[in-house]
């Protein structure tokens, strides 16, 4: 039969690349630098391949891989995790809905079974009863399919004449992934990676591939002129700022550099936090409704008479619009110019900012300077309080201002990160001083991201400190990460919140909300990784470990938490009467609906 060289040349033929080759070009084109992952038979000769060109580092199991993929995505606007076929590739598939759910640009790459061992035999490592009539190879692919996420396995040469396919249809995978910042799932057949693939003529550099989703967006000009004569009108104009725009990071920076250069107030949505300096005097903080706790409150619901809403979803979300309580007020403004950025690359949005920023708008200066202060002053804790969940942001917001130091801040899904929705997310070096997952479903996943954080700000030479907020339910979730911490030398400070209970939505005292024992000594295990432990019960002790924790190194500060009400965060206490409420918890729906301001009609009435 015919081969390539007889059939296209040999000079053609010893041009090829392999696909190894090829999948490396394509990732270092999009500005990959690492990999993570966990080790395995059918992806090893795509390791060998990767590694090199790219960091392929381990994480402790692959969900972590995926989680650090996601922080890596956030970070950088591509991040990848490599594992081996379906015992590996099927646990990121809570990762895989992260990314998703979250909108973020991950490459799922697995490894697979060569063309050539696929006989109609049941392999290892299928998802395949013994007891079956059939065998599935498409098991992995078809979970990642059940999420909506685009997921195929690569092919290779069908004809002996012609090289394969396989990297183009690799770089029109990632390119859909980034362009339309989704996840995407690729298993790439362990015989492949040395065979020869069609060569690549990649573009000179992302924006010559973007260049070719263009779009020109007619009336971007007469939306402009609308936007400046509400804006001239207002006397209290604010500027809402979505999450959107967390991976347009250069659409932000104009918006931003806007609002500031004509003096006008921000705010961000929840979803969006810690992509702006919420020290900066115009920004007003994060704002959800009743669960607030931002210092432009008031100016947000009492005295904006108009809002320009750029990049918030499209579909809202109910944890970032006030768990659909009504009490949004940006939601329902009446005066409201919605943006919403329905283009690929928010392309329409850049449109309109272009046509604002040649426009001729009167310059005033609206920070709210003296209310900042005033706010300050105000919430100051007193150093010799017990410290807990109701006033730890308080406590760490202090800390920032006094020692000048701005954290990293990386809560994990629980208590912990609703009473982080309170904390100042201020300057950063990797553009994101707040990294969260807002998704309850995947808990887990700070440490992963601390992981990746820790890796971006060693790659800038940057020895910013990463402060992750733990509650001990998240942190056991995690633990083992902590040994890829310990090999990168992370500058981490853990705050372990520890009350011994998955305590956010408790409805009741079955033994499936305790997720922990009296007995776990975490101080031994915190010295296992290399790192410093510190007990703090009152506010002093909070300042002075973390005053030695920015110094550098892993750190871990334990703070037993008491589970009474006045204990907790003013935000987590709403959150569990809302929890409670739809649960059906009468009481709980009274004090709900008071806390909406929907009280129910008395009978007096």
Not at 336 to 357: F, P, S
Request: glycine letters at 8%; a negative charge; aromatic letters at 8%.
């Amino acid at each position: 039969m015919t081969s390539i060289s007889q059939n296209l040349g040999q000079a053609y033929s010893e041009q090829l690349p392999n696909l190894g080759q090829s999948l490396c070009d394509i990732l270092c084109f999009f500005g990959l630098k690492r990999v993570y992952g966990v080790g395995g038979d059918f992806v090893a000769n795509l390791i060998n391949a990767l590694d090199g060109p790219l960091q392929v580092l381990p994480s402790s199991n692959e969900m972590h891989a995926g989680f650090s993929a996601c922080a890596q995505a956030e970070l950088t606007g591509l991040g990848a995790c490599l594992t081996t076929y379906t015992v590996g590739s099927l646990p990121c598939v809570s990762a895989a809905a992260l990314a998703r759910t979250e909108g973020l640009p991950v490459i799922f790459m697995s490894g697979a079974p060569g063309e050539n061992e696929i006989q109609g035999h049941a392999l290892h490592h299928m998802v395949h009863p013994g007891s079956g009539w059939h065998t599935d190879l498409n098991a992995a692919l078809n979970a990642f399919k059940a999420l909506g996420i685009r997921a195929e396995r690569l092919q290779g040469q069908r004809h002996q004449g012609q090289p394969n396919v396989a990297a183009a249809r690799f770089f029109e995978l990632v390119c859909e992934a980034v362009q339309s910042r989704q996840p995407v799932y690729i298993e790439v057949p362990r015989d492949l990676v040395m065979q020869p693939t069609q060569s690549l003529r990649l573009p000179l550099n992302i924006d010559e591939l973007n260049a070719m989703t263009r779009l020109n967006l007619a009336g971007a000009g007469l939306i402009a002129d609308d936007i400046c004569s509400r804006l001239v009108k207002a006397k209290h104009p604010l500027v809402y700022l979505g999450e959107r725009l967390r991976m347009n990071s250069a659409l932000l920076e104009r918006i931003v550099h806007f609002c500031q250069r004509l003096g006008l107030p921000y705010a961000t949505s929840w979803f969006a936090k810690g992509m702006v300096d919420e020290s900066h005097p115009l920004c007003l903080g994060a704002y959800n409704g009743v669960f607030s706790q931002c210092r432009g409150q008031a100016y947000i619901e009492e005295n904006a008479d108009y809002v320009l809403e750029f990049g918030t979803a499209i579909y809202d979300s109910d944890t970032n619009n006030a768990f659909a309580s009504g009490t949004h007020a940006i939601d329902t403004h009446p005066n409201k110019t919605l943006l919403k950025g329905t283009a690929r690359w928010e392309l329409d949005l850049q449109a309109v900012v272009d046509a604002l920023e040649r426009a001729n708008l009167p310059v005033r200066n609206l920070a709210l300077v003296n209310q900042n202060k005033d706010l300050h002053e105000a919430i100051t804790p007193d150093t010799s309080s017990s410290l807990g969940y109701a006033n730890l942001a308080q406590t760490i917001n202090q800390f920032q201002r006094a020692a000048g130091k701005d954290f990293i801040l990386v809560p994990e899904v629980g208590n912990a990160l609703f009473a982080a929705f309170a904390l100042d997310a201020r300057s950063s070096d990797v553009g994101r001083s707040f990294l969260a997952n807002p998704w309850y479903a995947a808990m887990g996943t700070s440490l992963p991201y601390a992981r990746a954080i820790a890796d971006e700000l060693n790659a800038k030479g940057s020895p910013q400190p990463i402060l992750l907020i733990t509650g001990d339910g998240g942190f056991n979730f995690q633990c083992n990460e902590l040994i890829n911490l310990q090999k990168q030398n992370a500058n981490l400070i853990i705050l372990y919140m520890r009350n011994n209970l998955f305590h956010l939505g408790k409805c009741g005292d079955a033994p499936i909300y305790a997720c922990n024992d009296l007995r776990f000594d975490v101080s031994k295990l915190i010295a296992a990784y290399g790192g410093k432990y510190h007990l703090c019960q009152s506010v002093d002790r909070l300042y002075e470990a973390l005053a030695m924790g920015v110094q550098g190194g892993l750190h871990l500060i334990e703070v037993p938490t008491s589970t009474e009400p006045e204990q907790q965060s003013p935000i987590a206490i709403k959150l569990n009467t809302y929890i409670s409420a739809k649960n059906g918890n009468p009481e709980a729906l009274i004090s709900w609906n008071k806390l909406c301001g929907n009280l129910p009609p008395t009978d007096a009435q």
